[in-house]
């Protein structure tokens, strides 16, 4: 079992940033994927950024180049850095993590076991 715990939510105007962070229990930390997902009331949860077992990362293209997904193996954290914010931006944003990735990550919510409270993000225009 992982136990995720995201946090680095809040309020910011549009093009401001935020850094969110998510703390896994998971002690073979560096075997898993990872990825940040986001979801609004009414809406399909969006995989929005994700790290592979081998290290590489994908985002969704409504965030490429605003985004930045980073995983620490050492201090069993993931970390989304997400600059230029707009209003779309605006969600729950939630952590996962999984052993049924491909190595290369996956941004489908199907491949992930495990998911954080998440955290809310909210942009203000």
């Known amino acids: 079992q992982v136990q995720l715990a995201e946090s680095g939510g809040g309020s910011v105007q549009a093009g401001g940033s935020l850094r969110l962070s998510c703390a896994a229990s998971e002690g073979s930390f560096s075997r898993i994927c990872m990825g940040w997902f986001r979801q609004v009331p009414g809406k399909e949860r969006e995989g929005v950024a994700a790290?592979?077992?081998?290290?590489?990362?994908m985002y969704a293209d409504s965030v490429k180049g605003r985004f930045t997904v980073s995983k620490d193996n050492a201090k069993n954290s993931l970390y989304l850095q997400m600059n230029s914010l707009k209003a779309e931006d605006t969600a729950m944003y939630y952590c996962a993590a999984g052993f049924r990735c491909p190595i290369e990550g996956s941004l489908s919510g199907g491949r992930y076991d495990y998911w954080g409270q998440g955290t809310l993000v909210t942009v203000s225009s």
């Open positions: 790290v592979g077992r081998g290290g590489w990362t």
